[in-house]
T-cell receptor
Framework: EAGVVQSPRYKIIEKKQPVAFWCNPI?????LYWYRQNLGQGPELLIR????????DSQLPKDRFSAERLKGVDSTLKIQPAELGDSAVYLC??????????FGDGTRLSIL | KQEVTQIPAALSVPEGENLVLNCSFT??????LQWFRQDPGKGLTSLLL?????REQTSGRLNASLDKSSGRSTLYIAASQPGDSATYLC?????????????FGKGTLLTVNP
């Protein structure tokens, strides 16, 4: 069984540029999560999807962050414009309902 | 708001030593608790999951305990090996209403020296 796949693995951009991350969850998993992990910290939830519906986006900075999960499978997370403080690892996870979450390897974002 | 604290922040031990990692949480109304391992540049790998009704779980050299009423969990690693070197994260899962998420601690960075 393939795990959660994220791309790209690394991204370096200048501040004020846009950036997007992509996540392909485990087949059949209806719940998808995006987390941000700052250096030396645990992951923090940004948004949770149940199928194609964002059911918890309370921690998503909506002025610059957006996400979508068309057709309830793959998901993209976008930042526009990026700021220096957005440098972090962005992790995607998926699960079947409230069953344990499976994590991808993440996208490491560096803002210059 | 759920808060998770892990102690110590870092631990260095010689190979073969038994060790204990600690986790505490402020809201005891949890659904389950998980211990994860994170290698540098990698995502999280689930090690053990303890349901709120359980007291402990074991997998190989790992044993995790849960005392829900006091808001504490421990991860015991027996006969540590250099390959155990990683960051260990504790996370609690709250389910119901708006509290449907994993809340993580900051992790314990473990180094096992040959």
């Amino acid at each position: 069984e393939a795990g959660v796949v994220q791309s790209p693995r690394y991204k370096i951009i200048e501040k004020k540029q846009p950036v997007a991350f992509w996540c392909n969850p485990i087949s059949g998993h209806n719940t998808l999560y995006w987390y941000r992990q700052n250096l030396g910290q645990g992951p923090e939830l940004l948004i949770r999807y149940e199928n194609e519906e964002a059911v918890d986006d309370s921690q998503l900075p909506k002025d610059r962050f957006s996400a979508e999960r068309l057709k309830g499978v793959d998901s993209t997370l976008k930042i526009q414009p990026a700021e220096l403080g957005d440098s972090a690892v962005y992790l995607c996870a998926s699960s079947l309902g409230d069953q344990p979450q499976h994590f991808g390897d993440g996208t490491r974002l560096s803002i210059l | 708001k759920q808060e998770v604290t892990q102690i110590p922040a870092a631990l260095s031990v010689p190979e073969g030593e038994n060790l204990v990692l600690n986790c505490s949480f402020t809201d005891s109304a949890i659904y389950n608790l998980q211990w994860f391992r994170q290698d540098p540049g990698k995502g999280l790998t689930s090690l053990l999951l303890i349901q709120s009704s359980q007291r402990e779980q074991t997998s190989g050299r790992l044993n995790a305990s849960l005392d829900k009423s006091s808001g504490r969990s421990t991860l015991y690693i027996a006969a540590s090996q250099p390959g155990d070197s990683a960051t260990y994260l504790c996370a609690v899962f709250n389910s119901g209403g708006s509290n449907y998420k994993l809340t993580f601690g900051k992790g314990t960075l473990l180094t096992v020296n040959p």
